[in-house]
């Protein structure tokens, strides 16, 4: 008994399509987002201090309307230290996931198209790569090329192809085997004229939810390096960093830095994570 | 006689957006025990939802008035028990796509003896024994064999007949067979409609047999009721030499379906394309696509009208003097 | 008889399988080196029913999978089996074009009707702008279609409109040979009517030749001249039309023309119960 038959035009779910409904909590989700996103452009505009501008004057102040979230143990602005730390934390996971997403995306769609044994070749790099721990990557990557930004995002930009192409792949062969393509084909398109017109746009919905799972993860990898020293230095400021910095403070019963840092980072996880869910819904139909 | 399963100005809404959309449309129809019923239409005209409002299998949401009586039991009235005892028991059914309606990692043997084994009433190896001969009646051989694989590594046709022998395993009274054979390739076809005739009369069994193929139908059905956009638009019984339809849908489906041993020039068709009940205004569900439409069938629904042989819901047949009015009384 | 647009010539097409029960030197056979011509303008249909081999011929043919041996001559000339060159691709595709049997995914969900015709049209002839626009009106009249359907999307449209968009598409290139692939064989009977008489007028006016790709007796009889019945990856009859399907000589084209309901039709079984 066929659902198809109850619809007036049979809308087959074999291509993924746009939807348009997002749920509240979806709207929400992305309204923090961006809000993070504002902070980190305008982080110079609006913070109303220099997050590194230590005050031997002011340590240790709880929240007062001069400092909105108080001071840490050198009396620097936390608020003015979460915003600009916005540009750090946000800018790894970026690099992460943009580079992530083109080369899954040139991947997976090579590999659909392709076939046979370059098909399982890259099926089995990919996984090897997946079995492998990004999170000891990059550790590793820090050792060997220092510690700062730079070598844990490499690491981490290579650790995350997987997570992207193995599910693109999937989508790209069912793409790959709807005679829409094959149609193309007999016309005398090219393969690349074909993957860039006509299938990579098709599975952009799901890439992009794709990205803004992986860049929920790849946040919380980079903030765990930054928490271990690994990452960013100080005293520039970012969350991971921050919330390491705080820890010293905890015992002498100021928990601030530590807290609002951490909240920030299982805020921003959180939000990409429902957004990603969100998006998936809406594009996908997809109900997880 | 009474009916064995009696439609009951059915109508069926389904939740779209934020509203509800009507699917079918004050459907009534009547199985006698033994008869075999047939319902024609195309994508969308309902047939499928009607069997599904049949056997309680409609989508979450959907809102049901008028009545179903099998045997004189309300089906929308009863309980889960007294549901489940229907189900197992009274009714088979044989659906479109074999595959999707047999768990794929269990054997054939499992899944028949589970079947069987529904209504409680029999050991295991009582339900065993009754599959057998169940199997050697669909046409298959090597019974023990089929009986240890698993449906993958059976064909489509094959694999219908399993499931004609599942749903007549529990000996019931009524076959719901939904587009039994369209997957199927037209010489399987014929073999699974002819051993779905065969046992069916064998057995005495009512059959409601939902199909898009009207020439199909009327081969293996007593009589057929075409379906457009959520209506019975004509209702007739079936004669050695084919349909004779009157309402002008009906008239034009068969025309349109090319014909062996005859080439026209050009194939009758019928203009646009099929609409949906939701679609249907307060006139004539037709009346968008009728040759013959005129102020009447825009403005009223015609109702089910006798004629000779069978009932028609068009004005246009009602006023030229060849049906009496029943006003859609049962 | 002229030359023919289309000749295929003992083509084959082996299948590597896994090694089973029913297939112990792990290869399957889906064409056995089988031969047809189809005419300038002709129409040939391929009936067969699923595993016949019929659908395997029309892949082969536009060149999607690669013959294990035989060849198949356009218009005189052998196609290459080997990866073809872009200009020699763009050159087969102004040869021959296919429909397929699913209008739900036969286009692409994200292209505009107007905008798919258009880059078929730029990728075969060098047309300004608005002789583009005027081809593409010309396609859409031919097939069917208004103003308002060239600026759907694809879900928007039924099963019907998307397949005259599909033939719109193929007819775009100006192939010589049409193939048919279960084209209407997804649609629903008014439907299926409507779209038999656009391919009918399409040919009348167009002169391009039909491959039909079918398991249908009925449809064939409408739309074809000539026609080959094929059974397990071969061809078991051929001759016209009339000839077959009215005195068919093949056991098997018999038992699929009885196979068929029609009027005062009577199914018969074939296995004992």
Not at chain 2, 165 to 188: G, M, N, R
Request: proline share 6%; net charge neutral.
């Amino acid at each position: 008994m066929s659902v198809l038959q109850m619809a007036p035009e049979p809308e087959v779910r074999e291509t993924i399509g746009w939807g348009t409904r997002f749920d509240a909590l979806t709207v929400v989700a992305c309204a923090v987002v961006a809000l993070f996103t504002l902070a980190a452009v305008f982080a110079p505009i609006v913070a109303p201090y220099d997050p590194t501008q230590v005050d031997a004057s002011a340590v240790y102040q709880g929240p007062s309307t001069a400092h909105l979230l108080g001071t840490d143990d050198a009396g620097r602005d936390i608020l003015s230290r979460l915003l600009h730390g916005a540009r750090a934390s946000l800018l790894g996971p970026a690099i992460v996931v943009l580079v992530a997403a083109v080369v899954g995306t040139v991947v997976a769609v090579s590999a659909a198209w392709v076939g046979g044994r370059f098909d399982a070749l890259v099926s089995r790099t990919l996984d090897v790569i997946f079995a492998f721990p990004g999170l000891v990557l990059a550790i590793i990557a820090a050792a060997v090329i220092g510690p700062g930004l730079l070598a844990p995002v490499a690491a981490l930009s290579i650790s995350y192809v997987p997570y992207i192409a193995r599910v693109l792949r999937t989508a790209a062969i069912r793409q790959r085997n709807l005679p829409y393509i094959a149609a193309l084909e007999v016309q005398g398109f090219g393969a690349l004229a074909i993957c860039v017109r006509h299938l990579v746009p098709n599975l952009l919905p799901l890439l992009i939810v794709q990205a803004t799972v992986s860049f929920g993860y790849a946040l919380l990898d980079l903030s765990a390096i930054s928490f271990l020293g690994l990452g960013t230095q100080p005293p520039a400021p970012e969350w991971g960093l921050m919330v390491a910095n705080g820890q010293p403070s905890i015992i002498a019963g100021h928990i601030e830095q530590s807290l609002y840092a951490g909240l920030t980072i299982v805020v921003a996880v959180v939000s990409f994570n429902v957004l990603g869910q969100g998006l998936a819904k809406s594009f996908l139909g997809d109900d997880r | 006689m009474s009916a064995l399963l009696s439609i009951d100005r059915l109508r069926v809404e389904l939740p779209a957006g934020k509203g509800m959309r009507t699917v079918i449309h004050d459907v009534s129809l009547d199985i006698r025990a033994g008869e075999a019923v047939a319902l024609v239409g195309e994508s969308g005209s309902g047939k499928s939802m009607t069997t599904r409002a049949v056997m309680r299998l409609l989508p979450q949401g959907a809102r049901l008035s008028g009545d179903i009586r099998f045997d004189g039991v309300s089906i929308p009235a009863m309980d889960r028990r007294a549901l489940r005892g229907w189900r197992a028991t009274r009714v088979g059914m044989v659906f479109q796509d074999p595959r999707a309606h047999i768990n794929p990692v269990r054997t054939i043997g499992d899944f028949l003896v589970e079947g069987v084994m529904l209504d409680g009433r029999l050991s295991a190896s009582r339900a065993r024994e009754r599959i057998s001969p169940l199997m050697r009646a669909v046409g298959i051989a090597d019974v023990d064999r089929r009986l240890g694989q698993y449906p993958h590594e059976l064909s489509g046709g094959l694999l219908q007949r399993v499931m004609i022998a599942a749903a007549l395993s529990t000996e019931p009274e009524l076959l719901l067979a939904d587009e039994p054979t369209t997957a199927l390739d037209v010489t399987t076809q014929e073999e699974v409609v002819a051993i779905i005739d065969e046992l069916r009369r064998e057995r005495g069994l009512a059959m409601l047999f939902i199909t898009h193929d009207l020439d199909l139908a009327a081969a293996v059905c007593d009589s057929i009721a075409v379906m457009y956009a959520g209506s019975i638009v004509e209702e007739r019984k079936t004669g050695p030499s084919g349909l004779d339809p009157s309402h002008p849908y009906a008239k034009g489906l068969l025309a349109a379906r090319p014909k062996l041993g005859r080439r026209e020039r050009r194939l009758p068709t019928i203009e646009g394309r099929p609409i949906s009940a939701f679609e249907v205004s307060a006139g004539c569900a037709f009346a968008t696509r009728c040759p013959l439409v005129h102020d009447r069938c825009r403005r009223e629904r015609p109702v089910p009208a006798r004629v000779p042989g069978g009932r028609v819901a068009c004005h246009r047949i009602e006023e030229s003097g060849s049906a009496d009015s029943d006003g859609g009384a049962r | 008889m002229s030359h023919p647009v289309l000749e295929v010539r003992d083509l084959r097409k082996v299948y590597p399988v896994g090694v089973s029960d029913d297939c112990p030197d792990g290869e399957f056979t889906a064409l056995h080196g089988e031969s047809f011509t189809l005419a300038p303008g002709g129409s040939l249909a391929v009936v067969g029913e699923s595993g016949s081999g019929k659908t395997t011929c029309a892949r082969l043919i536009v060149g999607l999978e690669r013959a294990t041996s035989g060849v198949v001559l356009i218009d005189g000339v052998e196609q290459v089996r080997t990866r073809m060159g872009s200009a020699r691709r763009r050159r087969r595709g102004r040869q021959v074009q296919i429909v397929f049997q699913d209008p739900y995914s036969s286009l692409d969900p994200r292209q505009r009707v107007r905008d798919c015709l258009a880059e078929v049209l730029t990728l075969h002839f060098d047309l300004d702008a608005r002789a583009r626009e005027r081809r593409i009106d010309e396609l859409l009249d031919q097939v069917g279609l208004d103003e308002r359907q060239a600026g759907a999307l694809p879900r928007a449209l039924s099963g019907g409109q998307r397949q005259r968009v599909a033939i719109a598409r193929a007819l775009a290139a100006e192939p010589k040979i049409l193939i048919l692939d279960e084209a209407v064989a997804a649609l629903d009977v008014s439907i299926q009517a409507q779209v038999l008489n656009v391919l009918a007028d399409v040919r009348d006016a167009s002169g391009v030749a039909y491959l039909f790709i079918t398991h249908d007796l009925a449809v064939v009889q409408q739309l074809c001249d000539d026609v080959v019945v094929m059974h397990s990856g071969r061809i078991v009859e051929r001759g016209t039309v009339a000839s077959v399907l009215e005195q068919p000589v093949h056991p098997y084209t018999r038992r699929l023309l009885a196979s068929v309901p029609r009027p005062g039709w009577t199914p018969r079984r074939r296995t004992p119960a």
